[in-house]
């Protein structure tokens, strides 16, 4: 008589947003990133906002320059979804921190 097979238990994980440029070991999911606001001066010497600060949901921070983009390279200021180990891993090192779910 064969024992089904169980499933391992679902890992905890934690959103980390990251400080530096990474690649996770293992599975992980992207949350979002942060967009920054942007400001520029017209033409009277004011500054106006260009683009208001907002979080994009499932996309990652885009490359900070143009050309130098990595298929498996994560970028700065993205939230990603990894298991507790890494992102205990992640703290330690400063390469990131918890961030938590909008």
């Known amino acids: 008589m064969q024992v089904p097979a169980q499933a391992p238990a679902a890992e905890k994980q ?3 947003r990251l400080l530096k440029n990474y690649h996770p070991c293992g599975v992980f999911d992207v949350v979002g990133w942060h967009r ?8 009277a010497g004011n500054m106006v906002v260009v683009q ?8 990652m921070a885009p490359a900070p320059y143009p050309g130098v983009g ?3 390279k994560i970028w700065a200021g993205t939230v990603i979804r990894v298991p507790e180990a890494e992102a205990r891993t992640m703290q330690k090192g400063r390469i990131g921190e918890l ?3 909008d």
């Open 70 to 72: 990595f298929p498996n």
């Open 36 to 43: 920054p606001k942007l400001e520029r001066k017209d033409a």
């Open 14 to 16: 934690f959103s980390v």
């Open 99 to 101: 961030d938590f779910d």
């Open 52 to 59: 208001k600060a907002e979080f994009i949901k499932g996309e």
